[in-house]
């Protein structure tokens, strides 16, 4: 089953927009991670924020997370065509070694 | 490049047979892990080696099983292949654990 579940389900935006993604999730968790994936190839690492962090930035990316409500959240700021990808969060439960994915959000950036 | 390498990376087998997927891995990354991903979803954990033994499985029947060799090389194998079965499957390293996990570009597998 999937513990993070991501809103939207697809986003499409014009170039130099942001573009805000959601993730929520059910249990406690060590951290939370965000990945990219191009058109069902590799995922791509992108941040990684720890349950004791609020906001992590890196680059135009950023990405907040409220433990208190399960859920994150990862704003791409000034996107750009080649941000077109699926985004995924993938949640590590406490005490365990597995990283549960979401279902995705099919962001398309239209030039 | 990632520096975690799979292959094939695409590949086509019939219902019942067998199949074994490879991954290699960065030098020093002691952790590998496999998951499955059905078209639409996102990837589901099949299990997780580190130093060569299994220490975490996810919901996946026993066909599903691995190896991990110390040159940091991995295999999935899955027996008597199921329809179901069809996926993109990736193998993920680290050298410190889950956090920090290197993805390969996956492995499509088709099942007819």
């Known amino acids: 089953s999937q513990q993070g579940e991501e809103d939207p389900q697809a986003l499409s935006i014009q170039e130099g927009e942001n573009a805000t993604m959601n993730c929520s999730y059910k249990?406690?968790?060590?951290?939370l991670q965000w990945y990219r994936q191009n058109s069902g190839r590799g995922l791509v690492h992108l941040i990684l924020?720890?349950?004791?962090?609020r906001e992590k930035h890196s680059g135009r990316l950023r990405v907040t997370l409220d433990t208190s409500k399960k859920s994150s959240s990862l704003l791409i700021t000034a996107s750009r065509a080649a941000d077109t990808a699926s985004y995924f969060c993938a949640t590590a439960t406490s005490g365990t070694y597995k990283y549960i994915f979401g279902t995705g959000t099919r962001l398309k950036v239209l030039a | 490049e990632t520096g975690v390498t799979q292959s094939p990376t695409h590949l086509i087998k019939t219902r019942g047979q067998q199949v074994t997927l490879r991954c290699s891995s960065q030098s020093g990354h002691n952790t590998v892990s496999w998951y499955q991903q059905a078209l639409g979803q996102g990837p589901q954990f099949i299990f997780q080696?580190?130093?060569?033994?299994?220490?975490g499985r996810g919901n996946f029947p026993p066909r599903f099983s691995g190896l991990q060799f110390p040159n940091y090389s991995s295999e999935l194998n899955v027996n008597a292949l199921e329809l179901d079965d069809s996926a993109l499957y990736l193998c993920a390293s680290s050298p410190t654990g889950p956090e920090g996990y290197t993805f390969g570009s996956g492995t499509r597998l088709t099942v007819v």
């Open positions: 249990t406690s968790i060590n951290n």
């Open positions: 080696y580190y130093r060569e033994e299994e220490n």
């Open positions: 924020i720890r349950s004791n962090e």
